[in-house]
């Protein structure tokens, strides 16, 4: 299942970016989005109004998720005038695949002239008013999965060999989002996202110390993608959704059955917030 950089290198993001165009017939999109666990309702609703949506296992060299809560598909679209383009579900680096692999579909998403993602993820809240359901903002990340997509030989096609992280996640697309999220009735929390390895939740003395590092939601997703949006010079916006409370802030234990019930249940305001910003975005 695993890939390295070299094998998954510019000439097959070029190839999956043709295929893709190919069988989506859609002209180049500048607007992308990563749903994350149990929040694929987006692509459906794009579906089901016109949109086409193609299986990972049907696009060249495309890795495929075997998480539940993450269909396998990227859906080609329009949003009100806009065309765009949403992977529903991702692929993580505890599955198997490597660093690089698990950047592969960013990259294709760049090649069929993505400038501006929306990266999604379901969190666990670490306190301090966070609650499950609420919609976080990410404002920065910490990576702490002790790997990252960028680490081998650089393709400068892709971007520079030291690329700056000072900005992974845009000021001015956070102040749109805000300014939707307001419009929408909604309170939108702001904080800093932790990315783990997992797939093992965290213990509660790791999340004490992620609370000392000055973090306020923690996932095993995100990062690597924001690093490679970052190199490749796409404007990122990052959202949470909490799903639950990190372990140690609450007696239940933590399942992946709590986070897709939770995701559904903030699906309609998640859903609603997404498709108001996509045309704001482009």
Known sequence: MSASADVLG????????????????????????????????????????????????????????????????LVAG??????????QGRVHRYEGYDAASVVFPVRVLHAMGVKTIIVTNAAGGLGDGYAAGDLMLIEDHLNLTGDNPLVGH????????????????????????????AARGLKLQQGVYAGMLGPSYETPAEIRMLRTMGAHAVGMSTVFEVIAASHLGMEVLGISCITNLAAGLSSQKLS??????????VESAFSGLI?????RLA
């Open 256 to 265: 992946h059955d709590e986070v897709k019930e939770t995701a559904t249940r």
């Open 154 to 181: 650089n393709d400068a096609r892709f971007g520079p060999r030291f690329p700056d992280m000072s900005e992974g996640y845009s000021r001015r697309l956070t102040g749109i989002a805000k300014e939707v999220g």
């Open 275 to 279: 498709l108001d910003l996509l045309p």
């Open 78 to 87: 329009t949003v009100a005038g806009t065309n765009v383009l949403l992977m």
């Open 10 to 73: 510019f000439p097959h993001v070029t190839a999956a970016a043709a295929a893709d165009r190919l069988r989506t017939g859609l002209p180049a999109a500048s607007v992308g989005v990563i749903l994350g666990s149990g929040l694929g309702a987006v692509a459906d609703h794009v579906v089901d109004h016109g949109g086409v949506a193609v299986s990972y296992g049907d696009i060249p060299h495309f890795p495929t998720s075997s998480v539940e809560g993450h269909k396998g598909r």
